[in-house]
Structures are given as C-alpha cells and as structure tokens.
C-alpha cells in the first residue's frame, strides 16, 4: 500500500508528490492522459518562483529557454498603454525580479518527471473512476480502469488533484458553479504578433479592455516566435455571436486599437480552442482521508493568471497537513482542516480583487497609477495573498466604486457592471 495516491499529474499534482517526497512520504501519481499535453494557463505569477525554488525545479525554469515575464501591461480600446514592473515591490524569498510565460505542455511534462526524480510513483493514462471509502466514510484508495479492467489501489490518503475534472467534487456532488462568473474563453497560438509598440513591455503579459460586459483579450509570448492570444467575455455574450469562431475571434480583436495592431501581421499556428466553466468552488477542500488542491479544489478566474500559482500553494499548504497527519496517525477532516483555512483566506483575496476589477474596469487603472496603491495592487497581482490580514487596497476599491455608484453624473457611472460586492456568494465558500 502507499501513503498517499494523488489523483493528476498536473502541476498540483506533481508539486505535491515533489513536496511529500521531500518528507519521505511514499506517493503515487496517478495522470489520465500522456504528458506531453496541450493545456492552456500558460503565464506565470512571480510568487510561484519561492515553490519552484523550494522543490528544486528553479534550475530547470531558468535552462527550459521560457520567455521571461517582468510585468504586466494594460491597453484601453482607444490604445492607451498601464503597465506596472515586479521589480517595485521585492518578494521575500524571491531573488530575481521576473516569472515566466510558458509552454504549459513542455511545463506541465518536466514537473512531472522532477516529481518522479524526487521519488513520486508516476503511471500515466490511467483513469482514476473514483476515490473509494470505508464505512466510515474515510477515504482508503481509488478505483481506476486500465486496459479494460476495475482495479482498486489502496492507501492512506488520497489526494484530488484532478484540475477541472474535479474527480471529488463530482463524485460527492459538492461543487458549486460561481454565480457571478461565467466566462467564456476562444484562444490560439501565433506567429508575427508585434508585442508592444514599446520595448520596455513586449516581453509582459498584455491584457485589452474590450468594448463589451466583462470583456479582455491575452497576449502571452509562449517562445520568441509564438504568442498566444485569447478573447475571455460573459459566456451569454459569447452565445449571441452568429459566426464562426475566426469571425468572432476577429471581431473583438478589432475593437481594441492596441490588439488590432499587435495583430495585422500574425498568422494563425494552431486551431482555434475554448474553455468554459471557469469559476466555481467545492463546499468543502477537506474530508476524512482526503484533500482537494489546485483546480479541483477551487477556480477563481483567468484574468490574473493566479491559477497556478493556487495550484503550487495549495500543494505545499496540504503536504504541511499531510505531514502532520502521518506525524499523529490520523487523517480526520480537524487535522486537515488547517490547509482549507489558509487556501480559502487566499483565494477569497483574489476572488475579491477580481470582482471588484470586473465591477468597474476603467478602476483598475485608476489604482495602478496611485501612489498610495500602486505597491499594493502590485502585491496582489506577483501572488502575495496568503497568511494575510485584511488588504487595504481591496477596501479602497470597494469605497471608490460605491462613491460611483452613487453619483449618476459621474464620468465612470455608465461603466459599472451588474455584479454585487456587498460580500463573497455563500454558493462558493468553502465550509466548516
């Protein structure tokens, strides 16, 4: 029997099985498809840097050839250019001034064999069915089928690192799709997009303010050669469009003056994909014998490029839990429940910061050019919102948007979206 199966060898997985191993704990990953493979969520934040570091994977982001990311830079429809640098705000634990963009497949491969280099079991194409339980309901292993038949691994804990397939969530039938939320997104790979008009940003992510409700496009350089671009609007949006998706892809990119241009000369590299179900969240990350992690735990919004840092912490908080649950021979829900609490405090930040960005975009750029709040939105955006008190940038957000809201002649009135702030639905938090 092993300790502790992980159900998924993306980067929540494999961070987990880096970090169990590092703690001697005996683990076994277990990946449905074939790695390589195509996944979108291909820009870093720069606090996934302290994880990498801490795992020993920092050497092979430094060599893999990834595109460095210094910052993040903001276009208007009209073309006019924020950016911020990471480098104003210098990261504990973090000694380099960048992330990365990457190539998910290439990323998502090699973390998974760093994983089994530290000593993660690893069986690929294998399809976990469902996490098995004893009578009383503690999770003791998982059935899975390979080459036609049912078998059931055992073992002491098992972890759902399962992404969007949320393997546990479906089968215990608690998750819970956001109500706010409901994003649609049309992307594809590119050769000859013209980065920026200023060299200082054209290695940055790009994000374009489109012209309609909860509307923006990505730029993410993937290689020197290959940019990838994607148009993210409210889904029911999405379902008004007549054309295909290359006319509907092309529509957006000429509402945005910036995208336009950084588009005119590209050709296309690969077809067109989506992703949808973007946000929703579990009712609980932890039971008896088991924990939820990255995507299968909770998925806020791709606008911040948080998903994966989420992931890698979400990783190293429940190996903490997990440690100390083999420490005491006990694997209850009380002794994991440490890891939901400190996951849920800092997702609930970013749920914050993005649904108060959504609320009134031309805000967004409002802050990032204050003094006062420029650090602190910066914080937010490198991944630094966990094990933290209350953020007094999210709380002048709030203050200004509901000074807009009351005074129908101002310049910003018109641009308020529909979505509440009063507090965080009960639909999408993690339960006691």
Known sequence: MTDVIIIGGGPAGSAMGCYLSKMGIKNLILEK??????????????STTRIFEEIGFLPFMEKAGFPKKYGASWHEPGGKEFYINFDEFQQPGINQPYTYHVDRSKLDLHLLKHAQELGSEVVQGVNVQKVLFNDAQQAVGVQVKFAGQLIDIPA?????????????GRQLNIKQS?????QYAVHAWFKNVQRSQNDHTKDFIHIYFLPVK????WQIPITDEITSVGIVVEREVFRT???NFEEYFNHYVKSNLGLSDALKDAVRVNEFKTEGDYSYSQKSFVGDGYVMIGDAARFVDPIFSSGVSIALYSAKYASEVIKTAFEKNDFSKEILMPYQETLKSGADIWYEFIRL??????????????KKYRVQILRLLQGEVFNRGEVEVLEAMRNYIQKVEKMENHIFHNQLSNIPIDEIPETILAQD
């Open 156 to 168: 002491k804990m098992v972890v759902d690192a399962s992404g969007r397939g949320t393997v546990l």
């Open 214 to 217: 909860r509307g923006w496009a």
């Open 357 to 370: 960005y959504y609320k009134l975009l031309p805000l967004f750029t409002h802050f990032i050019q204050s």
């Open 178 to 182: 956001d109500p706010i939320f409901n």
């Open 33 to 46: 498809e074939m790695h390589p493979r195509a996944h979108v969520g291909e820009s870093m934040v720069t």
């Open 241 to 243: 469009f007549k054309g």
